[in-house]
Each structure stands twice: as C-alpha cells, then as structure tokens.
C-alpha cells in the first residue's frame, strides 16, 4: 500500500514577500476558501499548500488554522520580512525558535504576554524544523548573496526570538518593546514583525510542527518604512524562494 504523502503549508503575508515562490509551483489547482486562495501543487517535487494570509495576527491565525484543518497540512513554513531587532543588519535572516506576542496585555488580571489557551507568555517553534531551516539558510548565503546597493555585503543567518503584534513598528514603538519586553526576554529579541507569533499560537495548539522565517528588511527605526519598501522590492522574493528551495530540495 501506497502511504498518503501530506503536504506542507506554505505562508506569506503579502505576495511580494513570495511571488517566486508561488510562480514556481508546479501541478497547481487553486482552492477558494472565503476571501483566501489555496495553491494546491509541488514544489521542488514536495507537495505543499501555498497561500498568502494577509497581513495581521487575526489573518495569519485563520490562514494557519484553515491549512492545518481544511487542507491538512502537517507542517507550515511561514517565510517573509521582519524589523529588526538586536544584533541584525539588513540583509540578516532570523529563523524562530521563541514566539512573544508583544500587544497581549490582560494585566491585572493574567501576566503581560499571557497567551490563555497555552498558558505561557513564550512559544517554541519545531527544533528539527529550525535546523533544517537554518541548513536551507546556510546554503543559500554561501553562493555569495549580496546587495551593496542596499548595504547588504554579507548577511547572517541566525536562530532567534521573534515579537509580533498588529502594528508597522517605527523608533518610538520598538523602544517601548524592549522595555516592556525585558523581564521575559532577557537576552532581547531579534525580530519584530505581524503574524509570527499567531502562526506559533495556532500551530502550538493544534500540535503542527512549524518554523517562521524572517529576512531583516529594516530596523523598526526612523528609516523603516522607505527601508521596508526598497527591501520588499528588490530583495524579499529572492530571499524566500532561494531559501525555501534549499529547505525543499533536503526534505
Ligand atoms: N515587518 C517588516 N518590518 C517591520 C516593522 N518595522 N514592524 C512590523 N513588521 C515589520
């Protein structure tokens, strides 16, 4: 007997984030599923589910939710841009292995962060997930990535704590981030962006192994929105689907 391969769900926010990816698929039907669109195919010869969820917590958790219950999935990779955090450079990569949602507050009655349903202020993402992500990640820069027009010369790869929450974080924000963060993330974090932390809620709960993967598009600082652009332009689809390649081809 032939065992049923399942396949693995592929996630972005916004499409420049992985149009080669989804312009690479193989063998696709598309699946509607209310405002969402569902790329059933291959991709490196692996099945996967692709979809965009929109941008926000709320969007992401439902896109999760509906490829793990509706599709199936027994894995998800949600790969995009993030600001970055401490120690990353433009350019850097930051694969997940902490989950924080930085705008959950229900004190006085539960501690800052507390995410009720898993009873925890942090979350973990798939060690052997994270590995392998950071193998796809290694092999991908050591073809010499760079971008010397954006200052990118020679980008790291590096396992990290990822914040999210519903909101585009410029200086002001991200200071009162580190603040309030500090007591649960002593050593900081090191990407802040919108839905990896959803992603990390739903996919804890429902027990799916999952890893999100962040390429540093700004500082969260002053210069972050014309940062953000220029990246997500030049930059963001290359880095996902060279990666995601990488991490394909090895499965
Ligand atoms: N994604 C990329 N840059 C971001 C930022 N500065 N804040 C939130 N999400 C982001």
Redesign the pocket.
């Known amino acids: 007997m032939i065992a049923l391969l399942a396949a693995i769900g592929i996630m972005s926010a916004m499409d420049q984030e992985a149009a080669l990816i989804r312009d690479t698929i193989q063998e696709k039907e598309i699946v509607q599923v209310g405002c969402r669109e569902f790329i059933k195919g291959t991709f490196e010869g692996v099945p996967v589910v692709f979809t965009l969820s929109g941008v926000g917590k709320v969007s992401a958790a439902t896109t999760a939710a509906l490829l793990i219950a509706k599709f199936g999935v027994d894995e998800i990779v949600f790969t995009?841009?993030?600001?970055?955090g401490k120690g990353v450079e433009i350019g850097d990569v930051v694969i997940g292995h902490t989950y924080l949602q930085h705008d959950i507050d229900t004190r006085p009655f539960f501690p800052q962060f507390y995410v009720h349903s898993l009873s925890k202020q942090t979350l973990p993402a798939d060690q052997k997930l994270i590995a392998r992500m950071k193998a796809a990640a290694d092999r991908f820069f050591a073809n010499g990535i760079a971008f010397p027009s954006l200052g990118i010369l020679n980008p790291q790869v590096r396992e990290g704590v990822i914040v999210?929450?519903d909101?585009?974080?410029?200086a002001a924000?991200?200071e009162k981030i580190v603040d309030s963060t500090k007591d649960v993330l002593p050593n900081g974090f090191h990407?802040?962006?919108?839905e990896g932390a959803a992603v990390a809620q739903v996919c804890n709960e429902l027990e799916v192994p999952f890893v999100v993967l962040?390429a540093?598009?700004?500082?969260?600082?002053h210069e972050?929105?014309v940062?953000?652009l220029t990246?997500m332009d030049q930059v963001a689809s290359l880095y996902s689907h060279g990666i995601l390649k990488e991490y394909f081809q090895a499965n």
């Open positions: 995009g841009v993030a600001g970055g999210s929450g909101q585009f974080v410029g924000h991200h990407a802040i962006e919108i962040r540093i598009s700004d500082k969260a600082n972050a929105a940062d953000f990246f």
